[in-house]
């Protein structure tokens, strides 16, 4: 189910690559603008990005970030061929995290990025399976403008 | 939008180094000359600095002229203060400018400072933390990076003027003398272009600029002799000359402020823009205000400054300024019920034109974006008279710009061209024997 719409943007997303992160989320905000997407949605786009990004250099050993465009909507997929979430009711709850401590020192890891991504995306997939990977699919729609 | 920058065509040697440095990629280089895009230009400066050749300079009036007039007022940004060989204390320069023949607004200036300070401490006593830290207003340079680049951001920026433009309006007010113009110091292009084309009023107070670069000179020249001016903390309230440097409007602030502000102090481009950046993914929590100043070490760091901005930070300390008096905050009490230091007019988003009128024709042109950026050789050489191969890759699907002005592309072209004539070269006609092949054969 991965390619289906129209790709605007794909990126490699390193491991434990901390500092990359907000480049791929900027950039993806500068894409959306240029494409005339409202800046409040873009903005959201941008931290969804930037969440699912992070997930993807802490958990998913690196993988694939690409921003997707539909009729009425822009999707942010994050692919990983990482160790899968094993208990995914409890990873979108605030404040639960299994990050390694050394992430958590550097201030990352403080069980808020899905949580995150839920609150602002208007619709999210999560496809995953342990030990063979995750695929987060979150969807903004453009019109139909959405109060936070 | 204005931009306050000058260029000197005959000095510009077209070399690009000025293009690259810019953080809003508002300059090219088109026929062996440094254009400047005004509705892209936040005249933060850096372009000035990365110039060799001296062909950028701030845009301001010329001095005959200013000097000619019967009368002129002079408001001067705090920086000014701290390019003499004297202490930095305002009175001294006030007293130097007077001398000159200029009628310095220095003691509304003091108040104008006073407050904003007071509005903004208030604002902040009042906030919650939902909204998020409140961004000062009085470097037009980070203002103007917001509107174009940040534009989530437009709602944390503080709604109080600027004060430089309140001390002009207070002692308009105060002296009746509204035909005199008034003529405010500038040490970058961004203030220039405050007064040339403000946000969030209508038109400037003030009428004129001068650099700090000509003023200090002219001071310099002009007055051999300060000894006998009053330079010392008794004089008349120093406070806002802190402002010229990073930290002194949240320490001016803080003396007004009920609650404790957490605040954040940030000065130069590179990391003015890495914070709004995070503080846009919602990263930073926890802090009241921001102090963004687009130079580094704020106003001091600018680029019309004579002083270095380390001896003028050094300086600095030679500054003791006094709290204020209960009689100078019942006189702010008062100038803060008139609504003096409000901003005019809603700041607004500068938007940038999308690729296309609407979404698909714009994601036509991002493809067709993609595709010319694939072409190029991605070494953001410059030469094309563009910043980067994106911007390039940009120009050319916006219709202003061809693949043939990237000199990588160009050599191609021309190798593609000389193997076709190699292999032409080689082709005979028919009537011609080829070379080697017995003309015995032939016969046969």
């Known amino acids: 189910m991965s390619a289906r719409e129209p790709l605007i943007v794909q990126r490699e997303v390193k491991p434990l690559d901390f500092l990359a992160a907000g480049e791929t989320a ?98 999210l997939e999560i496809d995953t399976r342990v030990g063979e990977g995750t695929t987060l699919r979150a969807y903004i729609f453009i019109k139909g403008q959405r109060e936070e | 939008m204005s931009h306050g920058i000058k260029i000197n065509k005959e000095a510009c040697k077209g070399c690009v180094n000025c293009i690259k440095t810019c953080p809003t990629e508002a300059m090219r280089v088109i026929d062996g000359k440094v254009r400047i895009m005004e509705e892209r230009c936040i005249g933060c400066g850096e372009c000035l600095r990365s110039c060799r050749h001296r062909a950028l ?3 301001e009036n010329d001095w005959d002229f200013l000097s000619s007039k019967r009368s002129l007022a002079v408001v001067v940004d705090p920086a000014l203060c701290f390019q003499f060989p004297w202490r930095p204390y ?6 130097v400018l007077r001398n000159m023949g200029f009628d310095p607004i220095f003691k509304d200036a003091a108040l104008a400072f006073d407050l904003t300070a007071l509005a903004e401490a208030r604002l902040l006593d009042g906030n919650s933390d ?23 951001l437009i709602k944390n920026l503080s709604p109080v003027e600027n004060p430089l433009e309140i001390c002009i309006d207070l002692w308009r007010a105060k002296h009746v003398k509204h035909n005199v113009p008034a003529a405010l110091v500038a040490p970058c292009p961004a203030r220039v272009a405050m007064v040339e084309d403000p946000v969030g009023r209508d038109a400037s107070s003030a009428d004129y600029v001068i650099s700090v670069t000509r003023m200090a000179r002219e001071i310099l020249t002009n007055s051999r002799s300060v000894e006998h001016l009053e330079d010392s903390a008794r004089g008349s309230n ?3 000359v802190r402002w010229a440097s990073l930290g ?23 990391n003015v823009i890495d914070l709004f950046q995070e503080l846009e993914l919602g990263r930073l929590k926890g802090i009241d205000f921001i102090e963004a100043r687009a130079c580094n070490f704020g106003c001091i760091g600018g680029i019309a400054n004579v002083e270095s901005r380390f001896i003028a930070h ?33 700041i607004m988003p500068v938007e940038q034109a999308p690729l296309g009128m609407d979404l698909a024709k714009a994601m036509e042109k991002l493809e067709e974006l993609h595709s010319v950026y694939a072409e190029l050789p991605h070494l953001d050489c410059g030469t094309c008279g563009r910043p980067t191969c994106r911007v390039m890759a940009e120009d050319i699907v916006k219709g202003s710009g061809s693949i043939e002005d990237c000199i990588f592309r160009v050599r191609e072209r021309i190798a593609e061209l000389s193997e076709e004539i190699h292999v032409l070269s080689k082709k005979l006609i028919h009537t011609m024997t080829p070379e080697g092949e017995n003309e015995d054969k032939r016969d046969m």
């Open chain 2, 238 to 240: 120093s406070r806002w």
């Open chain 2, 248 to 270: 002194g409007e949240t320490a001016h602030i803080k003396e007004f402020a009920e609650k404790p502000v957490r605040s954040l102090t940030v000065s130069g481009m590179r």
């Open chain 2, 57 to 59: 300079s701030l845009k």
């Open chain 2, 314 to 346: 050094q300086k600095l300390k030679m500054l003791a300024s006094s709290a204020p008096t209960d009689e100078e905050k019942l006189l702010l009490d008062e100038l803060y019920e008139t609504g003096i230091w409000k901003l005019q007019e809603e």
């Open chain 1, 26 to 123: 900027s950039e993806f905000k500068e894409l959306l603008k240029s494409l005339g997407i409202p800046t409040d949605i873009c903005r959201r786009a941008s931290i969804v990005t930037y969440e699912a990004e992070m997930n993807t250099v802490i958990h998913g050993g690196g993988g694939v970030m690409s921003l997707r465009l539909e009729d009425d909507a822009i999707i942010i997929v994050a692919e990983d061929q990482g160790p899968g979430i094993a208990d995914l009711e409890k990873a979108m709850q605030e404040g639960y995290s299994t990050a390694p401590d050394f992430v958590r020192e550097m201030g990352f890891g403080a069980g808020m990025g899905l949580p995150n991504i839920k609150k602002y995306s208007d619709k």
């Open chain 2, 130 to 152: 939902k909204r998020g830290p409140m961004i000062s207003t009085y470097c037009p340079a980070v203002v103007r990076l917001i509107q174009m680049k940040f534009q989530e």
């Open chain 2, 90 to 95: 305002p009175d001294v320069l006030s007293q």
